[in-house]
């Protein structure tokens, strides 16, 4: 379903990624670690287009994404995308929220657009919160309205950077069991998270970056079990 082949990118001078290709298939949860600035969150967002590649390419489906005449808007809607720091409208309530981007990418029309909106607030659990505002909420409850608005959208696949890695401890939970729960019911998902806990639990494969590289890229139980490279067993005996 997403594939990348040879994407190489740079910031001015600084190469960010270098020669990095993967595929995720239909269903499949893809969890991506790796030290902080190793280029996680540059990848994961080259996949909807929201940073543009220098060299390589890259696939949802059919759709090439770093073509000039692809549909940007069209994609983000396909290929849903939560954030660290939860990136909600503050001046629209929970509900208008998920209502927006309904009606101007998808142009549904409004009554639908917020019968989805009611359905999926209630599958995150915060029915009772739809006329609040982000910030009467706490960050956990932001970052499932973040999940539910993504899902408004029918999304066929979804990306996380690092949806925790913000919130109080006590509120991680209850964002992971969205997500596990997601994956449990097919969802291709490619995570950025150094939860490893989800990882072992949901995950297929896990990918590994290091100074813009995919160093490694393997199967869940392989990768924890049998790291091949120096630098993830590192990694690893710091985070586990
Ligand atoms: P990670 O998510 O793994 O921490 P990032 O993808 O955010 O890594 O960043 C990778 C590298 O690219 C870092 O060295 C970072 O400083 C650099 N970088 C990220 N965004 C930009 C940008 N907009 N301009 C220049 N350098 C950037
Ligand atoms: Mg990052």
Not at 26 to 33: A, D, L, P, Q
Request: with cysteine; glycine share 6%.
């Amino acid at each position: 379903m997403i594939s990348l082949k040879n994407v190489s990118k740079w910031y001015g001078h600084f190469q960010v990624l270098t020669d990095c290709s993967t595929e995720v298939k239909k269903g499949e949860v893809v969890v991506v670690c790796g030290p902080s600035g190793s280029g996680k969150s540059t990848l994961i967002k080259t996949v909807n287009g929201l940073e543009p590649i220098q060299q390589g390419e890259i696939r949802v489906n059919d759709t090439q994404v770093n073509l000039k005449s692809t549909n940007l808007a069209q994609l983000r809607a396909k290929v849903g995308m939560v954030f660290q720091h939860f990136e909600l409208f503050p001046h629209l309530s929970i509900i208008e929220n998920l209502i927006l981007a309904q009606v101007k990418v998808l142009k549904r029309d409004k009554a639908a657009a917020r019968e989805k909106g009611q359905a999926l607030l209630k599958r995150v659990g915060l029915t009772a919160h739809a006329d609040k505002y982000p910030a009467q909420l706490s960050g956990g409850q932001q970052q499932r309205v973040a999940i539910a608005r993504a899902l408004c959208m029918d999304p066929i696949a979804m990306l996380f950077d690092e949806p925790t890695s913000a919130l109080d401890p006590e509120m991680i939970n209850e964002v992971l069991d969205v997500m596990v729960e997601l994956a449990q019911e097919g969802m291709t998902m490619m995570v950025v998270t150094h939860e490893m806990g989800f990882a072992r639990k949901v995950a297929n494969r896990v990918i590994f970056m290091d100074e813009g590289k995919i160093v490694e890229d393997r199967d869940k139980d392989e990768f924890f079990n049998n790291p091949q490279s120096d630098r993830a067993k590192d990694f690893l005996a710091k985070i586990l």
